[in-house]
T-cell receptor, first 113, second 110 residues
Framework: GAVVSQHPSWVICKSGTSVKIECRSL??????MFWYRQFPKQSLMLMATSNEGSKATYEQGVEKDKFLINHASLTLSTLTVTSAHPEDSSFYIC?????????FGPGTRLTVL | DAKTTQPPSMDCAEGRAANLPCNHS???????VYWYRQIHSQGPQYIIHGLKNNETNEMASLIITEDRKSSTLILPHATLRDTAVYYC???????????FGPGTRLSVLP
């Protein structure tokens, strides 16, 4: 099946710094990518929908100025967590559609100290 | 909110079939049933999907009731590596995001 990669797989940062997470569709083009967040022992929660060449659509309660999303090409979407705080520590997962199936990246574990 | 209901947890003996139920009584005519699983600290993995006919692939079988209000995912010979959280999701069409419920935590026991 199609492959979606994420980089980095894990990151530790100090409070107040910004962290960028990349999501790539390796063998297909994705006009739409999704960003999810998962806290320990909870399910995935959609944060935003990333559209190539246009602004992302954020879910209610997700601060767009804090979670900056850029989808500059058909194979790359980035999520930047700005001024990260310990409560932003979570598992961030992206996904992309190919035809009827949606493929997920391996996730990025962010720990903010 | 998720449109599906699944038992929170199930156990299965290694080598036996694992049958995971899902209730989706409010499913619409154009909605597909998808199954994904998530092994600890990994991204969700696609398993199978279907509309109204039963489906089978190299990983599993999907049995959808005639009224489409419920379905069962069958792992024919469960192994320890099948221990994961299994999510049953309904989605109308290509391009729409998935809404994840809490899923079923399947433990395959030796």
């Amino acid at each position: 099946g199609a492959v979606v990669s994420q980089h980095p797989s894990w990151v530790i940062c100090k409070s107040g710094t910004s962290v960028k997470i990349e999501c790539r569709s390796l063998d297909f083009q994705a006009t739409t990518m999704f960003w999810y967040r998962q806290f320990p022992k909870q399910s995935l929660m959609l944060m935003a929908t990333s559209n190539e060449g246009s602004k992302a659509t954020y879910e209610q309660g997700v601060e767009k100025d804090k979670f900056l999303i850029n989808h500059a090409s058909l194979t790359l979407s980035t999520l930047t967590v700005t001024s990260a705080h310990p409560e932003d520590s979570s598992f961030y997962i992206c996904s992309a559609n190919e035809r009827e199936e949606q493929y997920f990246g391996p996730g990025t574990r962010l720990t903010v100290l | 909110d998720a449109k599906t209901t699944q038992p929170p947890s199930m156990d299965c003996a290694e080598g036996r079939a694992a049958n995971l139920p899902c209730n989706h009584s409010t499913i619409s005519g154009n909605e597909y049933v998808y199954w994904y699983r998530q092994i600890h600290s990994q991204g969700p993995q696609y398993i199978i999907h279907g509309l109204k006919n039963n489906e089978t692939n190299e990983m599993a079988s999907l049995i959808i009731t005639e009224d489409r209000k419920s379905s069962t995912l069958i792992l024919p010979h469960a192994t320890l590596r099948d221990t994961a959280v299994y999510y049953c999701i309904v989605r109308a069409h290509y391009g729409q995001n998935f809404v994840f419920g809490p899923g079923t935590r399947l433990s395959v026991l030796p």
